[in-house]
């Protein structure tokens, strides 16, 4: 089956700087979301983008299908953003192991 | 409109005995999906619904994990004999076809 690999797998940051998670998958996919998991547990959807590039406020994110890869660009980070980013891929959905982002005020 | 809804939120029982979780998916949405984070760890694929149809349970960890969604609408999710293994967040998901997965909550499931 497909394999999703996240990096980093931990990143801490200072708030106002810019960070970049990527993820790699070993086949061609047809779906790819970005979800945010925050410290409560819940599963944001962030963007649904089997290809191309969108920005939703701070965040954006490009997926380059035919080179299997997504990266997630998030500006000025705010310690709101802390929590884990998971990519997932396919129709049922193929999680990666997620990038857990701590934001210190 | 309204989101994926999940019920309970928590739940904590006793190994060996039964819990259901429910959820309400959007409505109009066919796909139904159950996943879990057991430990902390990635989120696994359950199994998925075609309104009542189950089109893929390839992810249902053995016999004691049951899931259901007569008439299309609502799905139970059932764990019998519960195991401490068992513990962790399960989530569902709901989407239109060829849709993005839209998530509830979660319920927070705790073995003791």
């Known amino acids: 089956g497909i394999q999703v690999e996240q990096s980093p797998p931990d990143l801490i940051l200072q708030e106002g700087a810019n960070s970049t998670l990527r993820c790699n998958f070993s086949?061609?996919?047809?779906?790819l979301q970005w979800f945010h998991q925050n410290p409560w547990g819940q599963l944001i959807n962030l963007f649904y983008?089997?290809?191309g590039t969108k920005q939703n406020g701070r965040l954006s994110a490009t997926t380059v299908a035919t080179e299997r890869y997504s990266l997630l660009y998030i500006s000025s980070s705010q310690t709101t953003d802390s929590g884990v980013y998971f990519c997932?891929?396919?129709?049922?959905?193929?999680f990666g192991q997620g990038t857990e982002l701590s934001v210190k005020p | 409109e309204a989101g994926v809804t999940q019920f309970p939120s928590h739940s904590v029982i006793e190994k060996g005995q039964t819990v259901t979780l429910r959820c309400d998916p959007i409505?109009?949405?066919?796909?139904l999906y159950w996943y879990r984070r057991v430990m902390g760890k990635e989120i696994k694929f359950l199994l998925h619904?075609?309104?009542?149809?189950?089109?893929?349970e390839s992810g249902m960890p053995n016999n004691r994990f049951l899931a259901e969604r007569t008439g299309g609408t609502y799905s139970t999710l059932k764990v019998q004999p519960a195991e401490l293994e068992d513990s962790g967040v399960y989530f569902c998901?709901?989407?239109?076809?060829?849709?993005?997965?839209?998530f509830g909550n979660g319920t927070r499931l705790t073995v003791t």
């Open positions: 619904f075609v309104k009542e149809s189950k089109q893929d």
């Open positions: 997932a891929v396919e129709g049922k959905l193929i």
């Open positions: 983008i089997p290809s």
């Open positions: 086949d061609s996919v047809n779906n």
């Open positions: 409505s109009g949405h066919d796909n």
């Open positions: 998901a709901s989407s239109l076809p060829g849709g993005a997965l839209h």
